[in-house]
């Protein structure tokens, strides 16, 4: 008989749902952005949709958009909320060395109203920027993360961006993703990735170099997009004057949970926080 049978890949459901984690909520300090995951609640005969209150517990999220939509802010927000929260965070910085990534974070907390002390010990920086071999040696840099997170007890990741440890081989971007998200579910991170689109890339998709390989290995895919106020109408709409800025935010897909599809405004406030606003639909009044 050709192949064998793997008896350890066999369970029931039951045995399996005994090692299921708990879905939960993982706060990420962005406004408006945690109440669009859900869940269900049963009480008596009704199910009734519920907030989350944040990520999926143990998802890893592609976050992926243009340059300057405000992927980095909202990683860095996700991590000072998390570490202010007595939470570890790991975070692997490919694009800045990590004294800018601390002038980041600092900034952010500063924003959020959380002081440097509350968080300085919780988030553990891994400068993938520096160490160039962690950017060159996937397995490196998993050794790396495993040391960290085995010794600061670790809860949550971000790898901003995971674009920078393919750039010169979009090709080998599957493997890296699949190798990397592997990595996070065998250690029990709630981890965002964040990803670069190339301006040849479809906006509104979860397309991110290395095409969809990013978006169709994680959990989660969020996408941020930008556009300039061009015409009175949406000058009108969105209440900008026209040759502004407007940014958004769509959940793409999440597997874990539901959320919500629609199309939200997301705004940079002048102290750097981005903040997620209401959908098109209900700017329009179409709700
Ligand atoms: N402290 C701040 N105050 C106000 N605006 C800020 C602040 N920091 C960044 N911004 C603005 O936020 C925008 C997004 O910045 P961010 O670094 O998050 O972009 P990004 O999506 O990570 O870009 P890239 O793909 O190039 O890394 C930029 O336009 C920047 O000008
Ligand atoms: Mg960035």
Redesign the pocket.
């Known amino acids: 008989m050709e192949g064998r049978v793997i008896r350890d890949s066999i369970e029931t459901l039951k045995e399996a749902g005994r090692k299921a984690p708990k879905l939960f909520g993982i706060p990420t300090g962005i406004e408006g952005f945690d109440d669009l995951f859900f869940t269900v609640k049963v009480e008596g005969d009704r199910v009734i949709k519920t907030p989350l209150g944040g990520i999926p517990s143990l998802a890893v999220v592609n976050l992926t958009?243009?340059?300057?939509?405000?992927?980095?802010?909202?990683?860095?927000q996700f991590a000072v909320k998390q570490a202010s929260m007595g939470y570890r965070v790991c975070f692997v910085t490919v694009?800045i060395p990590s004294p800018f990534l601390a002038t980041?974070l600092r900034?952010?907390a500063r924003?959020m109203g959380i002081r440097w002390e509350d968080i300085e010990e919780n988030i553990i920086l891994v400068d993938a920027s520096t160490h160039s071999i962690l950017r060159e040696d996937i397995p490196s840099l998993t050794n790396t993360l495993a040391h960290v997170i085995e010794n600061y007890e670790v809860k949550s990741t971000v790898i901003?961006?995971v674009t920078g440890l393919f750039e010169a081989k979009e090709m080998m971007a599957r493997g890296i993703v699949r190798r990397l998200f592997g990595f996070l579910k065998r250690y029990y991170q709630t981890a965002i990735l964040?990803s670069?689109?190339r301006s040849g890339h479809e906006e509104f998709s979860a397309e991110a170099a290395g095409g969809y390989a990013v978006s169709h290995i994680v959990d989660c895919s969020v996408v941020?997009f930008k556009e300039m106020i061009m015409s009175k109408y949406t000058a009108s709409l969105y209440k900008r004057p026209i040759g502004s800025?407007i940014r958004f935010l769509r959940i793409d897909g999440c597997r874990l949970c539901a959320h919500d599809t629609r199309t939200h405004i997301m705004e940079?406030?002048?102290?750097?926080?981005?903040r997620v606003g209401p959908s098109l639909e209900e700017l329009k009044g179409g709700d």
């Open positions: 958009g243009l340059s300057d939509t405000g992927k980095s802010l909202m990683a860095e694009e980041g900034e952010r924003a901003d961006s964040v670069q689109k941020v800025m940079i406030t002048d102290t750097g926080l981005v």
